[in-house]
């Protein structure tokens, strides 16, 4: 019964996760955000403070049961091995039969120290790279969500060819090809130790399993083994995909136990079950340690923590003339963003204007897919507060409409030689029609020909005048402002006082 009402969860928050993840048409109501809310890393970054006590409280209680049903990257590796027992069961091939494995608490607790001392460093790659939550949106937003895309603009053919318009086309062109490559190494990678190896990802590597485990050594309620009735038949042992439970010896450990409950079906004397107790200390045996699997294994972290500075170092791009990358509305700035972000792509799946991108370089090694605003395909859409509604990280603040209307995400440059209207004397002007806060405005230039002058002070950074810019190199560009300041007001009559303490102004 409790499998049962596990997997249903597990179920229900894997599927709307993953489509809220999907859903480019909002045909999820904004409640679902809740979903994203409730992950352990971005309640952290964010001081989420209800979340955290009750994700704690669900920890020392019941054990790891947010691995097993809250954490999406946990749910997709039991998809995975769901998927590896259909398959063997259809091909009549032997079932894989776990066996218990000794902790690598070493290497579990150095991931954890890494993450640690590179984030307060300033350095929140390594922490973005293998927090479960983030890796997992990354996986669906650059790998899932083009091919999701591509199949809804398929069924729109379909279905427009006998005049029927449910569907229409959207954009399923990748974000970008290095989150592409990232996203695409991280399904095939933690998706080959899930068919082969089950929870040994969440067991050696994540420091979200690693931290919640300590506490699921002192939950309340736990896999227990009733030592007058357990004859150590292994039944047990083999269907333990954390590799926690030694039959011999008849215990368990704890700190890798993400409470599937398999163990519970898989016994014939009822001699395992999940009950209440205070903790007890049992003292284990040492044994050695399997060097050749840790040395893999720390190989494995080496190398996804080094290929972003592998391909960094040989572009050339992070270079002292590039210009200042924006960053979102509500993000307050560069070392802001940097501070919470653990770049799970969320902001830019649900961007409507899709400006939002996963950066390579504008950010510097440590920024390596964060959000940053790019106008090639678009703008920032004046009324537009979706990014700040959706970060669950606090790296995106909430931001109101009016608030939006203040926020200077950077400022407009205009470049006279450039432009066509001055520099071949046609008549233009794309630039001061799309600005929505008269930053650019036409001015006489000669006899009836305009030119334009811009007003940095009212810019708010929108994008608008460089996406409708017809010439090649930008005449009019927005450089992004490090820190986010106040935009004034473009009509005397329209200025309002706004509380904008908590933004940085």
């Not at 004397?425 to 929505?436: I, L, M, Q």
């Amino acid at each position: 019964m409790l499998k049962k009402v596990r997997v249903g969860i597990a179920v229900l928050v894997f599927a709307f996760i993953t489509i809220y993840f999907l859903d480019f048409a909002e045909l999820l109501p904004a409640q679902f955000n809740y979903l994203t809310r409730i992950q352990f890393v971005p309640a952290l970054l964010s001081l989420s403070a209800v979340w955290l006590i009750i994700l704690i409280a669900l920890a020392l209680l019941f054990g790891r049961v947010y691995c097993s049903a809250i954490c999406p990257l946990g749910i997709f590796q039991d998809v995975i091995g769901r998927i590896n027992l259909f398959f063997r069961k259809k091909t009549k091939k032997k079932k894989i039969r776990y066996r218990y494995r000794k902790a690598r608490n070493i290497l579990r607790w150095s991931v954890v120290a890494m993450v640690l001392v590179s984030f307060l460093a300033g350095f929140p790659l390594l922490l973005g790279l293998i927090d479960p939550y983030s890796a997992y949106g990354r996986m669906v937003v650059s790998v899932f969500r083009p091919v999701y895309i591509a199949g809804n603009n398929f069924l729109e053919t379909i279905f427009t060819s006998f005049s029927n318009y449910t569907f229409y086309k959207a954009d399923a062109s990748i974000v970008s090809l290095f989150a592409f490559i990232v996203g695409l190494l991280t399904f095939f990678a933690i998706g080959y130790f899930a068919w082969k190896h089950g929870r040994t990802y969440c067991n050696t590597v994540c420091p979200v399993g690693t931290l919640l485990g300590f506490l699921g050594k002192f939950s309340l309620f736990k896999i227990r083994i009733d030592h007058n009735v357990c004859n150590s038949c292994s039944l047990c042992e083999t269907s333990c995909k954390a590799f926690c439970i030694d039959s011999k010896a008849q215990k368990i450990d704890y700190s890798r136990c993400v409470a599937c409950f398999n163990c519970l079906d898989s016994c014939s004397k009822n001699a395992i079950s999940f009950s209440y107790g205070l903790p007890k200390k049992n003292k284990v045996k040492t044994e050695k340690v399997d060097e050749g699997k840790r040395r893999f294994l720390t190989a494995s972290l080496g190398s996804i923590v080094a290929l972003p500075a592998a391909v960094a170092a040989g572009t050339g791009l992070n270079n002292a003339d590039q210009r200042t990358p924006i960053t979102p509305p509500g993000s307050k700035g560069i070392e802001h963003l940097m501070d919470h972000c653990t770049s799970c792509h969320l902001c830019i799946s649900k961007c409507p204007a899709n400006i939002l991108k996963p950066a390579f370089t504008e950010y510097g090694l440590a920024g390596i897919m964060m959000p940053t605003m790019v106008f090639k395909n678009g703008f920032c859409n004046y009324d537009c507060t979706v990014c700040s509604e959706v970060c669950p990280n606090g790296a995106i603040q909430p931001l109101t409409v009016d608030e939006k209307h203040l926020t200077q995400v950077g400022k407009i440059i205009l470049n006279l030689d450039h432009c066509i209207a001055f520099r071949d004397e046609t008549h233009c002007g794309a630039c001061a029609e799309h600005c929505p806060t008269q930053a650019v405005t036409m001015i006489p230039h000669k006899g009836a020909l305009t030119i334009p002058e811009t007003d940095q002070s009212i810019c708010i950074g929108c994008g608008g005048c460089e996406y409708i810019c017809p010439e090649t190199g930008k005449a009019i560009y927005i450089e992004g402002n490090a820190v986010h300041q106040k935009a004034e007001m473009f009509k005397e009559a329209e200025k309002k006082e706004f509380d904008f303490d908590g933004f940085g102004f």
